[in-house]
């Protein structure tokens, strides 16, 4: 057999047959090794021609540019069509992060989460994985909401039934009467304990939360409207953790913060991969902030809501 011959025969078995690199070279009595050689040589012989999926690729690139921008490890950008609804969206970016936590959590793996709508969509929609070694840790205080679903010591209690494993609840309250209470609180052997476990962490999950009268602050009566305008004239835009940050990243001079029991700002930098999962027209402004701040490593949203903030980076930079 002539040399094109075998070689247009190998690239048939691995890129049409599917076969592996030992199968070629049994069936062709080849060594892997060359059998290797001629396949990374197909590409430079013009014999074949590697083509991307179009989606794929502009989520590829969405996905570069966002990483070079806000400087994060990774970002992980579900495709949506263009008449697609932001809910619809949404369910994709859910999915999406459900996926990269199944294939990122390792077996010992300490896990950090938070509360809301989209995490608890996210748990929901992973499997029930043998993980016992793992363990699920509660980010924030507790809420006093309608929903048990959303809250963070539900949520933290869900991951750890899905990964069959121990969960550390806070058992605090998320919000406070005074800064003397908190200071208080902070000194219980117990929910000191959980805050040393949270420093462990080697993953958090956290939302991005915008602040507005749609926000969830306000939706859940965590929060009133006047407390929201005081905070907008202060300059703040978004919450991570209920952590206010500013359009800048800035998170100082919040001065709500000696009321609310949380996992700070700071400590989420040193938690080596804070995934944000985040999507939807109305959190364009927070998700910029979330990412100026410098606490996030990894953004999970989709492709609408990648390109808007991209667009509103670069147009706010002039």
Not at 58 to 85: G, K, M, W
Request: net charge neutral.
């Amino acid at each position: 057999m002539d040399t094109k011959k075998q070689y247009l025969k190998i690239a048939h078995m691995y890129y049409v047959l599917g076969l592996t690199q030992d199968e070629i070279a049994k069936r062709l009595f080849m060594t892997r090794q060359k059998v290797n050689q001629v396949i990374h040589s197909l590409v430079d012989l013009d014999m074949i021609t590697i083509s991307v999926n179009q989606f794929e690729e502009r989520s590829l690139a969405l996905e570069n540019e966002l990483a070079e921008v806000f400087q994060i490890n990774q970002a992980i950008v579900a495709e949506c069509y263009e008449d697609e609804s932001d809910l619809l969206c949404w369910r994709n970016v859910i999915a999406a992060a459900a996926r990269y936590l199944e294939e990122t959590i390792r077996a010992d793996s300490i896990i950090g989460v938070t509360w809301g709508n989209t995490i608890s969509g996210v748990i929901k929609n992973m499997p029930f994985r043998q993980k016992n070694r793992c363990r699920v840790v509660q980010l924030m205080g507790v809420q006093n909401l309608d929903e048990p679903l959303l809250k963070s010591d539900e949520i933290a209690r869900s991951l750890s039934e899905k990964l069959s494993c121990p969960c550390y609840m806070l058992y605090a309250p998320l919000f406070v009467d005074s800064p003397q209470t908190k200071k208080y609180l902070l000194k219980e052997t117990r929910i000191l304990k959980v805050f040393e476990l949270i420093k462990q962490c080697d993953i958090a999950v956290v939302g991005i939360g915008e602040l507005s009268e749609t926000s969830s602050l306000f939706r859940r009566n965590l929060i009133d409207a006047d407390l929201i305008q005081r905070l907008l004239k202060d300059g703040f835009c978004a919450d991570v953790n209920v952590n206010l940050i500013k359009e800048n990243g800035s998170y100082d001079g919040n001065w709500l913060n000696d009321r609310i029991i949380t996992t700070s700002i700071n400590d989420l930098k040193k938690i080596p991969n804070t995934v944000a999962v985040a999507s939807g027209s109305n959190k364009i402004k927070a998700i910029v902030a979330a990412l100026n701040c410098g606490c996030i490593n990894t953004l999970i949203t989709d492709n609408h809501t990648a390109q808007a903030v991209l667009d509103y980076y670069k147009h706010s930079k002039g």
